[in-house]
């Protein structure tokens, strides 16, 4: 079972990133997807997420207009599209899957940093 991410990079404030994450191992179809992110010094929070089969996606208040799940099934791939990039967006990004249908996030990403400088 394996999640890479990639996509991150430094970037300006106001700037736009796409961030990617394949997924290996598992049945890509059978499980939710989310984003999370973990900024210096402070825990790990739930950014994103979407259904198995894209019918829902759902995101934290904090990230609400600006950023952008989706997924390609027939690619096992889940897309997080940042824009109108803060400072405060500056963190490790991380997908991760959850068996739909009451499973838990229990399968993680290696995470891929995103600088957003002033």
């Known amino acids: 079972v394996q999640l890479q991410a990639s996509g991150g990079g430094l970037v300006q404030a106001g700037g736009s990133l796409r961030l990617s994450c394949a997924a290996s191992?598992?049945?890509?179809?059978?499980?939710?997807m989310g984003w999370f992110r973990q900024a210096p010094g402070k825990e790990r929070e739930w950014a994103a997420s979407?259904?198995?089969?894209?019918?829902?996606?759902h995101y934290a208040d904090s990230v609400k207009g600006r950023f952008t799940i989706s997924r390609d099934n027939a690619k096992n791939a889940v897309y997080l599209q940042i824009d109108s990039l803060k400072p405060d967006d500056t963190a490790v990004y991380y997908c991760?899957?959850?068996?739909?249908?009451?499973?838990?996030?229990?399968?993680w990403g290696q995470g891929t940093l995103v600088t957003v400088s002033s």
């Open positions: 191992g598992f049945r890509f179809t059978s499980y939710n």
């Open positions: 979407i259904t198995y089969n894209s019918g829902s996606t």
């Open positions: 991760a899957a959850a068996r739909a249908f009451g499973g838990s996030w229990d399968t």
